[in-house]
């Protein structure tokens, strides 16, 4: 069993930012891939970037690039989303999840475990 637990977000004004935490633990084999989605209420989740087990493929939806930037530091199992010039737009929940199947990094069925959640509100 994985669990991970998000930290960071918040309420923050356009222009400003943020930075989300996932920190994994249970039975991880190492470093895994971990995927960012948001969600608006009654939407699909939106991929929002990802890293591949390997640090140096990373992944980012086109409205993160830019501004969003994923990393990841393995000695505390944890990735991180450093989100610069925040707008509107960008508030939802937002979702950390590990990789869990073959497919798409950009795909929300590739992924077998969710964080928590947390929610992220860019005032105007």
């Known amino acids: 069993q994985v669990q991970l637990v998000q930290s960071g977000g918040g309420l923050v004004e356009a222009g400003g930012s943020l930075r989300l935490s996932c920190a994994a633990s249970?039975?991880?084999?190492?470093?895994?891939?971990i995927g960012w989605f948001r969600r608006d209420p009654g939407k699909e989740p939106e991929f929002v970037a990802a890293?591949?087990?390997?640090?140096?493929?990373?992944y980012l939806a086109d409205f993160a690039k830019g501004r969003f930037t994923i990393s990841r530091d393995n000695a505390k199992n944890t990735v991180y989303l450093q989100m610069n010039t925040l707008k509107p737009e960008d508030t939802a929940v937002y979702f950390c999840?590990?990789?869990?199947?073959?497919?798409?990094?950009?795909?929300?069925?590739?992924?077998?475990?969710w964080g928590q959640g947390t929610q992220v509100t860019v005032s105007s």
């Open positions: 249970g039975r991880t084999s190492g470093s895994s891939a």
């Open positions: 890293i591949a087990e390997s640090d140096s493929d990373t």
């Open positions: 999840a590990q990789k869990y199947y073959d497919g798409s990094y950009y795909a929300p069925n590739s992924y077998g475990y």
